[in-house]
């Protein structure tokens, strides 16, 4: 039932299924209290992550942290209604220090210096905590602390990784193969897009500084070092494919022309390589030609065999010739109207 | 957006009331309209003596039936609504629950973070998720029940 109960808070039941779980809400007191426990987990997962999107998008968008607790401020101030009583100058004293202090902090923490801005919230956290009138912005400094020391962590976790994805691209083994360099674009990208809403510099800087300065810089390298691996993979490919057709069919005595004339064909259908697009077609030709041989000496050969032998060897042949032309002679047909005049 | 979050009794009741509003209409991005225009009128004042959170609750619920209305759906609302209110008074949201989850956040994989800051912080569609992710939509979904899971297990493991 659980199942259900997420995929309606996900918004996923058809509408015979919603209809069905509401009626069986209004009979169920167990279900009604189920469901009501995944939606307050799903209204903490919600108010944990939005708290999340606070923190990280305003500074971004006003430029400091300290427009953000401007608002929190003024919010806390007007909505929430925590009434402001005069409790003499100490009070007045330590609320306008407790801002100054907030303040300081958020700048801090725009720099990225979390450890004073770990400091400075934790001295205003003092401070509002002496009053009960201060409690509302002690329990936003506690929430701002947590977050600050989660920017810390991630901050320190995301330096590590950087520091490691720089190593391993001075080592450059990764390079040696097409799968390598793949695997090290993917995690490098991914690193990118992680680091990106954290503002940090490697994710700023021009890609010209290097790739030692900035992830850009180190992708477009890896990018181009995929890119030419991948070209030298296709010219292999085309070689590969020569090969393989030349062993699958093209064995001297038993050569299935046909086969490879259809080995041939779908490769210049599907391939994506240009250079092997541009070959094929030569190699498919050179099928041609050494069937069209191979039919010149089957012809004379069957000119010194009796009709019925001749009819034998000749039907017998004819699957590894079909589809086989050589400049306008089609072989197959060749070989068909030859068999029919000798059976007459 | 009303950070009422400010305070921790009504955090609280703000917790409680968008998951009885989520419970109800299904549909986060509603619940989430909902929860701001009960809050604000909770804000205009009109509470006198009683049970905060029971006050709030009737609000959303006059809220939720108007948007069923506007909705035109689940005319068998009202009954439920009954249930979810009993089983509000029931449930309830403790700090420790909250800080529980804070922790257990922390420690998600790589891409379990990826695909519940997809789905929570970012609002995205399981289907832009997988695509993000480079995996198919069953899977990232899997990916979002085992995340679930996991986190209500840790949450349950701390408080226990």
Known sequence: MNDVLYRAVDGMLSEAEEAELAKRLGEEPDLASEMLKIARDEALLAEAFARRRTTRRLPQKSGGFGWFLAAAAAVLLGIVGIILLPGGRELDYDRARVKELTAEGATAVDRNDFERGEALYRQALELAEKHDELRGQAASIRATLADVSRMKSEHAQALADWRALVAEFRRSEYSETKEGIQNFLSRARALQKAHEPLGLPWTKADPKEGPEKSIAGMIEIADAEYKEALASARREGFQAMRARIEMLFLKEGTEDFAGAIAAWQTYIDTTRDTEGKTKAPGALMDVNRRAFGAWDRLKKKAETLSRDEAVRVLKNALPRFVGCRFNETDIEAEIRAKIEELKR | ?160
């Open chain 2, 1 to 160: 957006m009303i950070h009422v979050t400010m305070d921790p009794t009504l955090l609280q009741h703000r917790t409680m009331v968008h998951a009885y509003i989520l419970a109800s209409v299904w549909n986060r991005a509603d619940a989430e309209d909902l929860l701001q225009e009960v809050l604000l009128e909770a804000s205009r004042g009109g509470f006198t003596s009683g049970n905060y959170g029971a006050w709030l609750r009737e609000i959303a619920r006059r809220r939720i039936l108007e948007h069923a209305r506007k909705t035109k759906r689940r005319a068998e609302l009202a009954q439920a609504l009954r249930r979810l209110e009993e089983a509000a008074q029931r449930v309830e949201v403790p700090d420790e629950r909250r800080e529980a989850l804070r922790h257990c956040l922390a420690n998600l994989t790589q891409t379990g973070r990826a695909v519940m800051e997809g789905r929570y912080q970012q609002r995205r569609p399981v289907e832009v998720i997988a695509q993000a992710i480079g995996k198919t939509v069953q899977a990232t979904y899997a990916i979002l029940k085992r995340v679930r899971q996991a986190l209500k297990e840790c949450v349950e493991r701390r408080l226990t």
